[in-house]
């Protein structure tokens, strides 16, 4: 093991960490920087692999973080359209607008941030990303009969201001923002279901009043404000978020080359790096979909990397918030890769509220896959999780280290 992975592949590693936050700087979803960030990782991994393919992809960004601002946007509309329900004759028809636009609020928060169903992703506008796919190719003739896969994502996210600027208090901000789009509805609920029937409850006219100028206003600022700029690919150089992956899947490449011995008998060994992971994981979507035929065919298995900042590893068992599993067999053979390298490793379910990782396409459409993490919750997260502050020195190289022994060790499982 120790002889596979060399210290010229953990200061590749780290080296190209630092040389894409230096010269290329932060690559939220669909920039400019995002496109520079995949076109260095395209130019690397030709060095090592058989062929590497740019795969454009179309989506919208916005949807999966920017609902936070439509739903402000709503939140105010409902508001005014209780304050035009007090008005003697429009009550019921006001009312009635106001709960239901208080109740699509909680749906696109479901379906577009916790599920990442991109449902209503028809409301934000179109931009194009690109994943950067790297093969080497079975030596056997006609397709592989299985595919590996170790992926990624070069692009970064947009700082999220109560992190950087709240630290611990953004769980505060994102546990009020969450009660307040709750109590809107329920206020308004009860306010339409006592009109329909008749019973004029005065102490709710009086509640939301009230917290039109107390509660709301909070809420709406935390809404509005929850993400920085994405001007100039914005300001979350995303070092161990996720460059630390895109350098583990290039070292992986070096260390295939040098040794192609590790890839197993009619195989072929994917390195793919995906954009807009930050955006609700429309790259790996966009990948997964369109190859999905042929990754069910070839028996694909997915080793997702996501934030290795730490020298302790994760297994995660789920998926998106903890409401999709991982394939278990994919999940033992890499608990069982860290025990044959030696790395410290656990394996645990995703937490709810953690969003979810490039894994979660590929399981959600039961191709075997799991994400390797490292990252400390909440400690590393306070410090610098989609902060200005995730820059090249917040990876060790240690982490790196752990993660490749473990990708070299679950490559020899299948010897």
């Not at 009020?176 to 609920?189: E, H, K, N, V």
């Not at 690919?233 to 070292?251: E, H, Q, T, Y």
């Not at 068992?317 to 409401?323: I, K, L, Q, Y």
């Amino acid at each position: 093991m120790a002889e596979l992975v060399t210290d010229d592949d953990i200061d590749y590693a780290h080296g190209m960490i630092k040389t894409i936050c230096t010269e290329i700087g932060p690559g939220c979803p669909c920039s400019p920087q995002e496109r520079s960030r995949a076109m260095k990782v395209k130019e690397e991994m030709e060095k090592s692999v058989d062929s590497v393919n740019v795969e454009e992809f179309t989506c919208a960004p916005d949807a999966y973080i920017g609902w936070f601002r439509l739903g402000a946007i709503l939140a105010t509309t409902a508001m005014v359209c209780f304050y035009i329900s007090l008005v003697p004759g429009d009550a019921v028809l006001f009312s009635t607008i106001a709960f239901a636009v208080s109740i699509f609020i909680i749906v696109l928060f479901i379906c577009q941030f916790v599920l990442t169903a991109r449902i209503f992703d028809f409301m934000f506008p179109k931009r194009q990303s690109l994943n950067i796919v790297g093969k080497f190719n079975t030596s056997s003739t006609g397709a592989p009969k299985r595919i590996i896969i170790f992926s990624g994502h070069h692009d970064s996210a947009m700082v999220y201001t109560w992190f950087q600027y709240l630290k611990g208090g953004y769980y505060i901000a994102i546990a009020f923002l969450m009660l307040g789009i709750l109590f809107l509805a329920a206020m308004l609920s009860i306010r339409l279901f006592s009109l329909l029937g008749g019973v004029q409850l005065d102490w709710i006219v009086s509640t939301l009043i009230f917290s039109t100028w107390t509660i709301f206003p909070v809420t709406i600022v935390v809404a509005i404000f929850f993400t920085g700029s994405g001007k100039n690919g914005g300001s979350v150089p995303g070092a161990s978020d996720n460059l630390a992956a895109v350098s583990i899947c290039l070292a992986i490449g070096r260390i295939v080359k040098r040794h192609p011995e590790l890839i197993p008998v009619d195989t072929e060994i994917r390195l793919v790096t995906f954009g807009c992971e930050e955006a609700g994981e429309r790259g790996s979507y966009a990948y997964v979909t369109s190859h999905l035929a042929e990754l069910r065919a070839a028996d694909a298995v997915v080793v997702n990397f996501e934030s290795i900042c730490r020298a302790e590893m994760r297994v995660f068992t789920s998926d998106m918030n903890n409401f999709v599993k991982n394939d278990p067999s994919v999940v033992a053979l890499i608990a069982e890769a860290a025990k044959v390298a030696g790395v410290p490793c656990d394996v645990k379910p995703f937490w709810f509220g953690g969003g979810g990782t490039d894994a979660l396409p590929f399981s959600k459409m039961h191709i075997k896959a799991a994400s390797l993490f490292s990252m400390k919750v909440p400690q590393q997260m306070i410090e610098f999780y989609h902060q200005k502050w995730d820059n090249y020195d917040k990876v060790p190289k240690e982490a790196l280290s752990n993660a490749l022994k473990i990708a070299v060790a679950f490559l020899q499982r299948f010897k």
